[in-house]
Nanobody
Framework: QVQLVESGGGLVQAGGSLRLSCAAS????????MGWYRQAPGNQRELVAR???????NYADSVKGRFTISRDNAKNTVYLQMNSLKPEDTSVYYC?????????WGQGTQVTVSS
């Protein structure tokens, strides 16, 4: 069984920074896709950033230049460095990974940005 455990959410003032982490554990042979999504109340879950095994990245237009996704393959971990946070970034953030060709989601971590 594979589990994804997220950490790093919290409350921050506008302009501040947070770093999210998501670590996969269990019987892992391969991890291809790693990504971060977010979902605010009343909204659909949306892609924030994703990174492939070879390090190629994609970002939502709303976070380009402010957020950086990275991964540590040795630790089976994906990170999301969030800078210059805005109130509209307030959401529950979820990590998503394709592990052993199966899709897994993290439990979600709340990020709240106060104005």
């Amino acid at each position: 069984q594979v589990q994804l455990v997220e950490s790093g959410g919290g409350l921050v003032q506008a302009g501040g920074s947070l770093r999210l982490s998501c670590a996969a554990s269990g019987s892992i042979r391969s991890i291809n896709f790693m990504g971060w999504y977010r979902q605010a109340p009343g909204n659909q879950r949306e892609l924030v950033a994703r990174i492939t095994r070879d390090g190629s990245t994609n970002y939502a237009d709303s976070v380009k230049g402010r957020f950086t996704i990275s991964r540590d393959n040795a630790k089976n971990t994906v990170y999301l460095q969030m800078n210059s946070l805005k109130p509209e970034d307030t959401s529950v953030y979820y990590c998503r990974m394709v592990v052993n060709e199966y899709l897994y989601w993290g439990q979600g971590t709340q990020v709240t940005v106060s104005s």
